[in-house]
């Protein structure tokens, strides 16, 4: 539960962006079937933008945080 509420703060979706640049600059680089790698580096961007949680249902926790 600590990982998702990490997640949902502003560090955790900086993280989130920052892992799937990495993820599409590995497959960029690497080429060929690596490419994929570039495409799901996709989805943590558009989460982390998007500000949701994707792993959040798994632990019974709103996939969009809680602003207070």
């Known amino acids: 539960m600590e990982l998702v509420r990490f997640m949902q703060t502003s560090v955790g979706r900086a993280a989130r ?8 600059a590995v497959g960029l680089v690497l080429g060929g ?13 558009i989460a982390g933008s998007a500000g949701l949680c ?3 249902p798994l632990f019974r926790a709103p996939i969009r945080g809680v602003h207070r």
């Open 54 to 56: 994707l792993l959040a």
């Open 17 to 24: 962006v920052t892992l799937g640049v990495v993820l599409i």
């Open 33 to 45: 079937g690596w490419l994929a790698l570039a495409v799901v580096g996709l989805v943590p961007i």
